[in-house]
């Protein structure tokens, strides 16, 4: 029977009462109004099994605590169960300690599909994090279905080959890739994700990283007469969206459908990486801000946007570049969600073990995942309200295949859950580890992750012969 010790991410507050409780057992829920969002409180007896929860968030992430209790067994898709399973009674009173606690997935550099895509919310899910910030096109593709401009993803949505790893000299793989999502397919997501307390992030990348975008619609980008191919390389594009008002036009066409899809208040439009930008790039990401605005939504972007001056509203940037940009968001009056690249970038390499496949970016343990600490050095205690939370990123050059997305993932994600769940106070990587070997990792293996082995990767998790480039 696994104990209140083998909670991943460790609650704010149990305590044990004496006996154990025969499971199943009836559940009885009840709301409260005095917990905090999306809290709950757990009360195990010999007889029952009591939640009471904040909302319906709450409740979730109290079955999901009584999921980890009853064993890895309650991880599987169906029961194996014949013999007993007591749980330990007390009582468990817990919340989170951000509103924020996200992950994005990058479909565009690598399709996932829809089926690969659910199995990850419910990753997320018995996690406990709640936003999936899908990102959904870049230079490399286009994955979602704009019924009245079908080419985004009949020509945005393929690619004739891919890089391979970080060569000196460009190397390619040779095989197309590709896909997309229809509406239906993404409300599917939106719907399941909702299920499990999580929300969608759609992201729309605008002015840069939208070379499928003009693949597909050669006005859109800088020279109409030039037919540009979906990229095949890794890397930033210079090809930037023009910026003249029929494009801006074209996208908040764009914006509305997606808006139509999600439902999240926030929705992410990019505004990373643009070579070369003009004032007139400038206006356009005012522009789209406005149109999200006028649909009563929030918009999310990269920290370059702090940059971009006289923003029509308040934005939520992600800082990604280092947490400087977090520091000056909120001091400008923006909410901020912490996703500096020096901490939290899954693509980047595990270790410096010589079989880490194709090792990229920073150095990112698990033990740096663990230490991460999401209000920054330097922000000023009254800015702290701004802070909504932070968010892991993984980015797909490297990550070709589910397999490969797991590898780089977990178990740092299980890592970083407890890091935007549970209280700093008592942060000890020495007690985390013995409880994620022990327990957690179970859990997982339970669930089919094929995540990175502690020691190191299986020798089928390697790709010898494909370089990486470390920074
Ligand atoms: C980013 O990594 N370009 C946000």
Same mark, same amino acid.
């Given at each position: ?86 749980? $330990? ?40 994090? =709640? ?58 997501? %939106? ?31 800088? =020279? ?17 969206? =023009? ?64 940059? %971009? ?157 494909? $370089?990486?480039?470390?920074?």
């Amino acid at each position: 029977m696994p104990g209140f010790d083998s909670l991943l991410p460790r609650p704010v507050e149990v305590v044990p009462t004496a006996g154990d409780c025969a499971w199943p057992a009836d559940v009885v829920v009840h709301r409260v109004d005095e917990l905090p969002a999306e809290g709950y409180r757990l009360e195990i007896t010999p007889g029952s099994v009591v939640i009471s929860a904040a909302d319906d968030s709450g409740e979730f992430y109290a079955r999901q605590t009584l999921r980890q209790l009853i064993g890895p067994a309650a991880f599987r898709s169906a029961s194996i169960h014949s013999g007993p399973v007591t749980l $330990p009674c007390g009582v468990v009173t817990d919340h989170p300690r951000f509103g924020w606690r996200g992950c994005l997935l990058d479909v565009a550099r690598n399709f996932r599909t829809k089926a690969e895509v659910l199995r990850f919310v419910d990753l997320l899910a018995a996690h406990k994090l =709640n936003v999936l910030n899908l990102h959904l096109t870049d230079d490399q593709g286009w994955r979602i279905e704009v019924p009245r401009f079908p080419k985004l993803t009949e020509v945005g949505g393929w690619r004739t080959e891919s890089m391979v790893g970080r060569h000196d000299e460009p190397v390619r793989d040779g095989r197309p890739h590709g896909g997309f999502y229809t509406g239906d397919d993404l409300r599917e997501i %939106v719907a399941y994700a909702a299920e499990r307390a999580v929300t969608v992030v759609p992201e729309v990348d605008i002015p840069g990283h939208a070379r499928a975008a003009i693949a597909a619609y050669p006005a859109l980008g800088p =020279n109409p007469d030039e037919r540009l191919e979906v990229w095949t390389s890794w890397g930033i594009s210079t090809s930037l969206l =023009n910026a003249e008002e029929s494009t801006v036009d074209f996208f908040r066409a764009v914006f509305d459908e997606v808006c139509s899809i999600f439902p999240s208040p926030v929705i992410a439009l990019g505004g990373d990486e643009v070579p070369g930008s003009t004032e007139r790039h400038s206006r356009f990401i005012r522009e789209i801000i406005e149109h999200l605005h006028g649909h009563g939504r929030e918009t999310l972007c990269w920290d370059e946007v702090l940059d %971009v001056g006289d923003l029509p509203h308040p934005v939520v940037i992600a800082s990604w570049q280092g947490e400087e940009a977090g520091v000056r968001a909120a001091a400008g009056g923006h909410d901020v969600v912490m996703c500096p690249e020096q901490h939290v970038y899954l693509d980047h390499r595990q270790s410096d073990h010589p079989d880490e496949p194709i090792p990229v970016g920073y150095l990112h343990t698990l033990e740096d995942i663990y230490g991460y600490e999401p209000v920054p050095l330097g922000m000023p205690p009254a800015d702290e309200v701004r802070l909504r939370g932070a968010q892991a990123q993984v980015w797909t050059e490297h990550l070709d295949s589910a397999r490969r997305v797991d590898y780089a993932s977990f178990p740092r994600l299980s890592a970083f859950a407890e890091v935007v769940w549970s209280p700093a106070e008592g942060r000890d990587y020495a007690e985390f580890l013995p409880r994620l070997r022990e327990h957690h990792v179970p859990r997982l293996d339970a669930l089919g992750v094929e995540y990175r082995p502690l020691d190191g990767p299986h020798p089928w998790q390697t790709r010898p012969g494909v $370089p990486g480039r470390a920074r």
